[in-house]
């Protein structure tokens, strides 16, 4: 009786929903690196707003989830600057929401365990979260916006398998980072690809190196106008009111004198990436795109960092029939831990917070596959749900459907920053996980991944700096040849091969 009353209500409401566009027509797009939920925005519940699934503190971890009456450590709120970097391959995340004892309940218990395997002193590091004042950017645009308290990351692993997730809905069977599928380009379509096809535009704004190629798509020689300096273009384009559809926007990840990182990325000082998002909101605020735009922020991973909330295990569909490898051969049926995601739009009620979506499935959650899930319904793109993943993710058109008008009270401006961090970026040191594989892409650009000795022993040499030159100038070279073919007449789906530098072959051989 009462299915068939709904269908009777939904054909009514039906053909207003559908004719009724959304008054978003630029989505930005800011994914930062490896931090948790409760570790940036947990103690918001206290300082700003206490509807906000945070903490209070009587969050406690045990120091051995094996042995009776452990010591605990419990959640506090004097995080700092960190380094170095805990935990959160798809091994450590297992033992970090599972605990050592074999079980199917995220008990969220094993994050001091964890931290504790790799040393002492971490496994405080991991109960730590910012004060409001800490990331002070962050406070003013939950206050002023919109934060979602349950997002989680797409897989209970680490960066790139949760980065490509954003933009294709799958990691396309990786839970970790497989470097020969890193440096061949993953293959599956992307919402990049989507937004074409609909004659939509799209631009990737980078800083170091744009990460989004290590999608094989976004290589192809019709793309390489998308790719831009942030520094050159971001906010030219801003002013210009040319931003496109979907801006991406991809962080500095190496930490250089003068030229600091801003992913926040453990050891990378926090107080740079809020600089960042300042820098953005800010430009985004004096354009002439202002009312019609949507900027996303949020998370690729939690970093290792606890989480108070349960990682959802229950219908999470498997993308595209791709199992991880052994010895897990995980089937992509569970989520990985909570990561913060702010929004702004002038659309958004002050002091939102949205917690889980309203389907499409009864057990579908807000997760990274929830940006292509809504880029598609927002722009109303013919094209299919690139995996199951994004068909069952929830969406959030709706964050910016409870005004009749744009808000005109945004703040111009947000706060000055203060670094967090006393000492220079060591720009010596040697390269984290993630820097090596950007240099391996680099080295893939570059035609240089065809030497023997590259490029795992050079990056392993390398100091930050160096790789830092290295991968900028692969980069530029990567995008100057691409022009260079197109205007040779090169075929719009080649990518270019560095091995010579003019000569293509054809992606799809
Ligand atoms: C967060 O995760 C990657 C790099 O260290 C992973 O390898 C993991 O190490 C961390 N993320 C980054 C960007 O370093
Ligand atoms: C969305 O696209 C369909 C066709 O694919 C069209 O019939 C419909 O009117 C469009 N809706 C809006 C709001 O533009
Ligand atoms: C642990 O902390 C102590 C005191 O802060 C410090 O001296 C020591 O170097 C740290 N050890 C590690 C492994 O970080
Ligand atoms: C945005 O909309 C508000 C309210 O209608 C208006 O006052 C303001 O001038 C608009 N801003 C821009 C940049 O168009």
């Not at 959304?22 to 940036?40: A, C, G, Q, Y």
């Not at 916006?145 to 997730?165: E, K, Y």
């Not at 960042?276 to 735009?293: G, I």
């Amino acid at each position: 009786m009462e299915r068939s009353f709904s269908f009777i209500f939904l054909l009514f409401i039906l053909p207003f929903v559908v004719s009724q566009e959304s008054p978003i027509k630029t989505i930005v797009v800011l994914v930062m690196e490896n931090r948790s939920f409760d570790h940036m925005v947990g103690w918001m519940k206290q300082g700003i707003n206490p509807t906000i699934n945070g903490v209070t503190g009587n969050e406690c971890n045990p120091i051995s989830t094996k042995t009776p009456n452990p010591k605990s450590v419990c959640f506090t709120n004097d995080a700092q600057f960190v380094d170095p970097d805990p935990g959160h391959s798809f091994e450590a995340v297992e033992q970090q929401v599972f605990g050592s004892t074999p079980s199917s309940f995220p008990s969220m218990s094993g994050f001091v365990e964890q931290a504790f395997s790799i040393s002492p002193n971490m496994s405080e590091t991991v109960m730590k979260g910012f004060k409001p004042e800490a990331v002070p950017i962050y406070a003013s645009l939950v206050k002023e916006f919109a934060v979602f308290d349950r997002w989680f990351s797409s897989i209970p692993g680490p960066t790139q398998p949760n980065r490509l997730f954003v933009y294709s809905a799958t990691s396309h069977g990786s839970t970790s980072h497989v470097k020969k599928q890193l440096a061949q380009g993953y293959p599956q379509k992307t919402i990049f690809d989507s937004l074409h096809e609909n004659g939509k535009d799209f631009g990737v704004y980078f800083q170091n190196i744009p990460t989004t190629l290590f999608y094989r798509n976004l290589r192809k020689l019709k793309y390489v106008f998308k790719f831009h300096q942030f520094d050159l273009k971001f906010k030219k384009d801003a002013l210009n009111g040319k931003l496109p559809s979907l801006s991406v926007i991809e962080p500095r990840y190496f930490d250089l004198k003068g030229l600091p990182a801003n992913d926040d990325h453990p050891s990378h000082d926090v107080a740079n990436g809020q600089k960042l998002v300042k820098e953005v909101y800010e430009t985004l605020r004096a354009s002439p795109q202002w009312n019609e735009t949507l900027l996303v922020i949020t998370y690729d991973e939690h970093g290792g960092f606890y989480d108070h909330v349960k990682t959802p295990f229950v219908n999470v569909p498997n993308p595209d029939g791709n199992t991880g490898p052994a010895p897990s051969f995980f089937k992509f049926d569970r989520l990985g831990v909570r990561v913060p995601t702010i929004m702004v739009s002038p659309w958004i009620k002050k002091g939102t917070v949205i917690s889980g979506p309203k389907g499409p499935t009864p057990n579908s959650e807000f997760e990274h596959s929830s940006i292509p899930a809504t880029i598609k319904k927002i722009f109303n793109l013919s094209s299919n749900f690139l995996t199951h993943r994004d068909a069952w993710a929830g969406t959030f058109e709706d964050v910016v459907s409870h005004l009749t008008s744009p808000r005109t009270d945004c703040p111009e401006t947000l706060s000055d920053v203060v670094p967090l961090r006393t000492t220079e970026a060591k720009e010596d040191a040697a390269l984290s996980e993630f820097q090596s594989e950007v240099v391996q892409l680099a080295a893939v650009l570059n035609g240089d991944h065809f030497l023997s000795s590259f490029p795992d022993e050079m990056s392993k040499k390398m100091t930050v700096k160096e790789a830092h030159e290295y991968t900028k100038g692969a980069v530029s070279r990567f995008i100057r040849a691409s022009k260079e073919a197109l205007k040779l007449g090169a075929a719009e789906s080649a990518i270019v091969d560095m091995r010579s530098s003019l000569t293509t072959r054809s992606s799809n051989p």
